[in-house]
């Protein structure tokens, strides 16, 4: 991971690629946190976690406490350029120097310990530190990976709990079905807090209802059908009403409905357990709302969608989406997967669509090569070139396209900030 300030001795330390290993469990992490004086004790959470739309839901309800005068922290991952957008007070990314003296005091404490913790459950640890220190009323807390032993449930102030979509992924690590899977997220459920979920399937909401029931905890489940009124996508965002506000959501995606109803309930379950959060706060901070990198619209000339989905039901919501705003169109597709993802189910949505393949390895040691990628897509049937970076992929795509074309970038968010990057250099909305 690349950061603002990743010459400085604590920072660097943080991104050391011995740390950049997936291990699951909360060992490491309590005793890290243990040996920093517990900074996730001073503070109060919304904790978020899913398969799909975690992220855009963790974007809308800071944005929404922001705008009430909350002091809010927002921790996401993974990050598009650099690990600063990851940590967020009030919409601000914590800088340079700001990061430095959370690291240091993560790397102190690290340093002490015989079984060193990972570079992610050092990052938590670290934007803990960052918002405790800065008197923070409530963190937005996005889960890395699963729920039950992702390094952000070490905290135990949970105000409300909120499970996005659950569906298959990372089966070698989560579980091999829906219910498993659902089983590790709600794990972040925690006795005294609110849980919220969005629509699941009839598994999941067994799985959910009966771990809420183990716990006494009240689950609400949100339905975007009841809460908004009018809604309509155009390429400016959605339009819908809410609790009689006329709203314009700047994000693309039909699916951006669920997300946002999982929020405002999330909201109103806040405001029942006490904070204030007014409805023109709630239109203020959905109408501001910023998640670069997810089903964004990077030029118009040509058409250039970017969005980080990298599983089937991810590229489901992309080929949904440019069907409602581009009905009928032809697509250059830029993809890259990593080659533990189901490559086949995550492309097969927009293969109606596609014109053709423009193929990359994402940077990621995950990541499935590029030929082998395009040798399965030309085994099918379509065009499929390589490039050998996301970036020469990106400059390539707008010139096959022309300025007419439309073209949609997605399979990684691994890449995704290295096109966005390219893209919004080379050409203007």
């Not at 517990?38 to 976690?49: E, G």
């Not at 980080?308 to 489901?316: C, F, R, S, V, W």
């Not at 090569?369 to 390539?396: I, K």
Request: with cysteine.
């Amino acid at each position: 991971m690349n950061c603002a300030g990743c010459e400085k001795s604590a920072t660097s330390f943080l991104c050391d690629p011995r740390w950049k290993v997936s291990r699951l469990g909360l060992e490491r992490v309590s005793e890290l946190l243990d040996r920093m004086g517990r900074p996730q004790n001073r503070l109060k959470f919304v904790h978020i976690t899913g398969t799909n739309g975690k992220g855009s839901t963790a974007a809308m309800i800071a944005s929404m406490l922001t705008q009430a005068n909350l002091k809010t922290g927002l921790f996401t991952s993974p990050c598009l350029e650099r690990i600063n957008e990851q940590i967020q007070v009030n919409g601000r990314e914590i800088s340079a120097d700001e990061l430095e003296g959370a690291a240091a005091v993560c790397r102190q404490a690290a340093d002490q310990m015989s079984d060193h913790p990972t570079e992610f459950e050092m990052l938590v640890a670290t934007a803990l530190e960052h918002f405790a220190a800065s008197g923070c009323d409530l963190v937005v807390l996005e889960v890395g990976m699963g729920g039950l032993r992702d390094a952000t449930n070490v905290v135990e102030q949970t105000e409300v709990a909120i499970l996005t979509t659950i569906s298959l992924d990372h089966t070698a690590i989560l579980g091999s079905t829906t219910a498993e899977i659902a089983a590790e997220k709600a794990g972040i459920i925690k006795p005294g807090c609110t849980a919220v979920s969005v629509g699941q399937d009839p598994q999941v909401e067994r799985v959910l209802r009966e771990i809420c029931a183990e716990k006494n905890v009240p689950l609400i489940f949100c339905d975007e059908r009841e809460l908004f009124d009018t809604p309509s996508l155009s390429q400016d965002g959605l339009h819908f009403s809410y609790r009689g506000m006329p709203i314009r959501l700047p994000l693309l995606g039909w699916y951006q409905l669920q997300n946002a109803a999982a929020a405002v309930t999330a909201v109103a379950q806040l405001n029942r357990r006490g904070w204030k959060i007014p409805d023109e706060a709630v239109r203020r901070g959905l109408e501001r709302v910023s998640w670069p990198g997810r089903l964004e619209l990077l030029c118009r000339q040509p058409f250039f969608l970017l969005d980080g989905a990298h599983n089937p039901q991810g590229a489901q919501t992309v080929a949904d989406t440019l069907n409602r705003v581009a009905p009928g169109e032809r697509f250059t597709f830029l993809v890259g997967i990593l080659a533990d993802k189901d490559w086949k189910g995550t492309l097969s949505p927009v293969f109606p669509m596609a014109e053709r393949f423009l193929i990359t390895t994402p940077p990621n040691p995950r990541a499935m090569p590029g030929e082998e990628l395009a040798g399965n897509l030309r085994d099918l049937g379509f065009e499929a070139q390589v490039f050998a970076s996301p970036e020469e992929g990106a400059r390539q795509a707008l010139k096959l396209a022309g300025p007419e074309g439309r073209i949609c970038a997605f399979g990684s968010l691994y890449q995704a900030g290295m096109i966005r990057r390219t893209i919004l250099k080379d050409s203007r909305l």
